[in-house]
T-cell receptor, first 114, second 114 residues
Framework: AAGVIQSPRHLIKEKRETATLKCYPI?????VYWYQQGPGQDPQFLIS???????DKGSIPDRFSAQQFSDYHSELNMSSLELGDSALYFC?????????????FGPGTRLTVT | KQEVTQIPAALSVPEGENLVLNCSFT??????LQWFRQDPGKGLTSLLL???SQREQTSGRLNASLDKSSGRSTLYIAASQPGDSATYLC?????????????WGAGTKLIIKP
């Protein structure tokens, strides 16, 4: 079965650089979520998109932006990178139907800022 | 197939009471278990993450326990407040098909009456 695809899997950037993370949801999933997980921490919800519109916003820094495209893939753009941005960035997708749903997470992109 | 069940589906209690929300899962081979809070129309807020090797996690008035052998987790909320009113979701995290997959319970809708 197709899973959520994230690219790249690993990314190393220097401070003040820009990074773009990509997420390809499971086919027919209409919602994409971005999470940031620091070492030993819970995933923190950043932002979500439903049917290409931003549906919710969490603790996403102003330096970050995201969008969902017509083919439902999403990109997280991160500018002016800081050392504290080093984390695992998960994308998840879900099909919003029914009360109990499964949110499928991608393998994550490990971003290291040096 | 992993199934996650939350009981009760809804709960209404007066302010100040201590309460317990239950989560059970059918497959003990889990990676983590996570409790989330969801306010209407909002994304998920991670409350507590219990790793499979842990038995308990505490954060403020919240305490979550995990018993893998019996396939159960409980979320204990002490001294409930009206602001605690939300839907509480339990999610079992498995690593499947190259994805971290959250398998969600249907949630417990909690109403705290002032």
């Amino acid at each position: 079965a197709a899973g959520v695809i994230q690219s790249p899997r690993h990314l190393i950037k220097e401070k003040r650089e820009t990074a773009t993370l990509k997420c390809y949801p499971i086919p027919r999933h209409d919602t994409v979520y971005w999470y940031q997980q620091g070492p030993g921490q819970d995933p923190q919800f950043l932002i979500s998109f439903y049917e290409k519109m931003q549906s919710d916003k969490g603790s996403i820094p102003d330096r970050f932006s995201a969008q969902q495209f017509s083919d439902y893939h999403s990109e997280l753009n991160m500018s002016s990178l800081e050392l504290g941005d080093s984390a695992l960035y998960f994308c998840a997708s879900s099909q919003t139907s029914g009360q109990a749903y499964e949110q499928y997470f991608g393998p994550g992109t490990r971003l290291t800022v040096t | 197939k992993q199934e996650v069940t939350q009981i009760p589906a809804a709960l209404s209690v007066p302010e100040g009471e201590n309460l317990v929300l239950n989560c059970s899962f059918t497959d003990s081979a889990i990676y983590n278990l996570q409790w989330f809070r969801q306010d209407p129309g909002k994304g998920l807020t991670s409350l507590l993450l219990i790793q499979s090797s842990q038995r308990e996690q505490t954060s403020g008035r919240l305490n979550a326990s995990l018993d893998k052998s019996s396939g159960r987790s409980t979320l204990y909320i002490a001294a409930s407040q009206p602001g605690d009113s939300a839907t509480y979701l339990c999610a079992v995290i498995k690593y499947m098909d190259s994805n971290y997959q959250l398998i969600w319970g249907a949630g417990t809708k909690l109403i705290i009456k002032p």
